[in-house]
């Protein structure tokens, strides 16, 4: 029986946590999805060491991985950063039942350095960063200038306008546009939601902050439009879950200072 109704998972997140290089590491995967190669290099450490950690982290569910769609030898990690938020909540109730989570509501972001830019880039533009461009316009009431791009741009596809229109946002008339249209655009956020993109993704001007979310194409999971649908529908609602950090964190940092979540 754990102190107070403490629960068994509250403990386990507290035990994983309280590592010095699990922290590291979950600290830069909050900032963008990052390979074990990466990781190595940024926190430190030999890669058998850090595979471990991130074994551990991934056994508490506080971070997942995938194949990556660019090289199937590599695996992205990424931060699961709902459910961290769950249990960071209930350590705070727990300890104290004083401690209110103040959780920040999804709209216009209090700055004063100005609209906050982003773009978000994959290969074709006709899914994936056509969709997250829209949502982030729209669940940041506009507030935030958005912007897609691919490397070989395709059309939209079907099944990306149908889910846009099921939220009540009408993405039909949008073009697709090669990344090299916003060669000369600062941005103060560029994020790619392609592994292959990633490889090949151009320097932009004033050195925008960067970030990887990798994200699998649901236009290759095969089938019919129909059939696919539900794979569509599931990158929706996962980008809207991202997006949402993402507004979160740009209300709370100046101009372009701040790595993305």
Excluded at 18 to 46: I, K, Q
Excluded at 75 to 85: D, F, G
Excluded at 133 to 153: K, N, Y
Excluded at 204 to 216: D, E, I
Aim: neutral net charge; glycine residues 8%; aromatic residues 6%.
């Amino acid at each position: 029986m754990y102190p107070d109704g403490v629960a068994e998972a509250t403990l386990q997140f507290l035990q994983v946590m309280a590592d010095p290089h699990r922290w590291r590491l979950v600290t830069e995967l909050a900032n963008s999805d990052r390979r074990v190669s990466e990781l190595t290099g940024l926190v430190g450490g030999a890669q058998n060491l850090v595979s471990y950690h991130l074994r551990e982290l991934r056994d508490a569910g506080l971070v997942s991985s995938r194949r990556s769609s660019f090289d199937g030898r590599d695996t992205y990690y990424r931060l699961e950063l709902t459910r961290c938020c769950e249990l960071l909540n209930t350590v705070s109730v727990a300890l104290h039942p004083g401690f209110e989570t103040r959780v920040r509501t999804l709209g216009a972001p209090d700055r004063r350095g100005g609209t906050p830019r982003v773009l978000f880039m994959c290969t074709g533009n006709s899914a994936r960063s056509q969709m997250a461009e829209v949502l982030l316009e729209h669940l940041s009431d506009h507030t935030i200038e958005a912007c897609s791009a691919g490397s070989h741009p395709k059309p939209l596809h079907p099944n990306a306008i149908k889910v846009m229109t099921a939220r009540g946002l009408d993405i039909s008339g949008r073009t697709s546009k090669h990344l090299r249209r916003f060669a000369r655009t600062r941005f103060d956020r560029v994020i790619t939601l392609c592994d292959k993109v990633r490889e090949i993704c151009p320097e932009f001007p004033g050195a925008p902050v960067t970030a990887h979310w990798s994200m699998a194409d649901p236009a290759a999971a095969g089938g019919t439009d129909e059939e696919t649908y539900p794979v569509f529908e599931q990158m929706a609602a996962d980008l809207e879950h991202r997006i949402g950090f993402l507004i979160a964190r740009l209300s709370t940092t100046e101009g372009g200072s701040a790595d993305v979540g």
